[in-house]
């Protein structure tokens, strides 16, 4: 007898509720179009500009936003264009959130379903171990372990998901502990499906809705986890810039020069702004609960 004649069908999210429940929530709406032209201006801007990001120009100091045409954002200390700056900054914060979101969702992911399926000790050892990673507040253990580490884009990367996924195991266990008493997930195992095909056959898609969630916010608290450690001069360290590092450079010309952190911090405030709005259309799109 085949798997599909002892589990019955499951419930499955059709694209166009979907797509007109998400499209309802202006916001996310915002969020999504704010992601995707910030995303392909970093990408693309930089290769049409006439100055590069490393570009100096001393007879071109603290240039006024919009009082040249080839520099529209000003200039820095060094002559440097703030908007070419700007964007390479975004591919460098943006790149890391994204990164350290997948790692994390990784772990997040394996952790949750190891936990919610086996329960038992295994569970229960796992599950503590999240509660006391989550007593530790993130920033601080990010600054405590990036101050003895070398500043590089993949030790950030890596820093940052180590001390993010936990929210998202606990969401995964919650969500597998539900699941895995299904219907279809009886059924598999009766048929002899082993624990692993179990959990990534039956169980994950089913819970992709609240994943997907998690992780468009951990893209947001990995910028902001950037930024914090950058501004304080942990991360990404000049000439490379990202959004955190043009902050802590700004400091000393907030009243002389203060687009110099204005433009850094709109970034920064759009990007993680955008994310969260993001996440919260995706809340709602995927709760079938939701009344629309």
């Given amino acids: 007898m085949s798997q599909t004649m002892l589990s019955p069908p499951r419930p499955r999210l059709t694209s166009r509720p979907l797509v007109r429940r998400f499209l309802s929530h202006r916001l996310a709406t915002f969020g999504l179009i704010a992601i995707v032209a910030l995303t392909l201006a970093c990408i693309l801007l930089p290769f049409v500009l006439p100055f590069s990001d490393t570009q100096i120009n001393m007879r071109a100091r603290f240039t006024v936003p919009f009082t040249e045409f080839w520099h529209p954002l000003g200039t820095d200390p060094m002559g440097r264009d703030t908007l070419a700056r700007i964007l390479m900054a975004g591919r460098i914060s943006l790149s890391i959130g994204f990164a350290a979101m997948l790692v994390s969702m990784g772990i997040g992911i394996v952790v949750g379903l190891t936990a919610g399926f086996y329960g038992g000790v295994i569970g229960t ?168």
């Fill in 125 to 292: 050892a796992l599950m503590r171990f999240v509660d006391a990673m989550l007593c530790f507040p993130s920033i601080f253990l990010i600054l405590a372990i990036s101050a003895l580490t070398s500043p590089t884009i993949p030790g950030i990367i890596l820093l940052i998901a180590a001390t993010s996924w936990m929210e998202v195991a606990r969401v995964v266990e919650a969500q597998t502990r539900s699941l895995k008493i299904r219907d279809y997930a009886v059924a598999a195992a009766a048929y002899g499906a082993r624990p692993g095909r179990i959990m990534l056959k039956e169980i994950l898609p089913n819970a992709i809705a609240p994943i997907i969630v998690a992780a468009t916010l951990n893209v947001a608290n990995a910028i902001l986890a950037e930024s914090y450690i950058s501004f304080l001069g942990f991360g990404i360290q000049p000439p490379t810039p990202s959004w955190g590092n043009m902050l802590n450079n700004a400091q000393t010309y907030l009243t002389s020069a203060p687009w110099l952190a204005i433009v850094p911090g709109f970034a920064i405030t759009l990007a993680v702004t955008s994310f969260n709005f993001l996440g919260d259309g995706l809340r709602d799109a995927l709760d079938p609960r939701a009344d629309h």
